[in-house]
């Protein structure tokens, strides 16, 4: 599969089915910018400041979550259980389908 099928949800709602190379290694934040969605991802990818935290919506068994990551969301606002760091979802097969819901901006 050369692209991926994911839905975000932005923080009015409104859902965005976008599509995403799976040959570019890509993650979900950068995705999320190159379709102009309300994402900063002020870090740049590195787990170092939640701006692109978004909440799991599917039933999607994503890798476990690293250190860096968790030490991120500890540090976040809005944390849910199904919370994740969009920078660390990364573009691949696994993720078809997938729908994400962008975290409220702190």
Do not use: W
């Amino acid at each position: 599969m050369e692209e991926v099928k994911v839905t975000i949800i932005d923080r009015e709602g409104e859902q965005h089915e976008l599509v995403a190379p799976t040959d570019m290694s890509m993650n979900i934040m950068e995705v999320c910018k190159a379709y102009e969605l309300p994402v900063l991802g002020e870090c740049g990818g590195m787990a170092m400041c939640a701006t692109c935290q978004c909440y799991l919506e599917s039933d999607h068994e994503l890798p476990e979550q690293s250190d860096a990551e968790l030490d991120m969301l500890d540090q976040a606002f809005f944390v849910k259980l199904n919370s994740r760091l969009g920078c660390q979802i990364h573009v691949d097969d696994s993720i078809d389908g997938i729908v994400l819901r962008l975290a409220p901006e702190a």
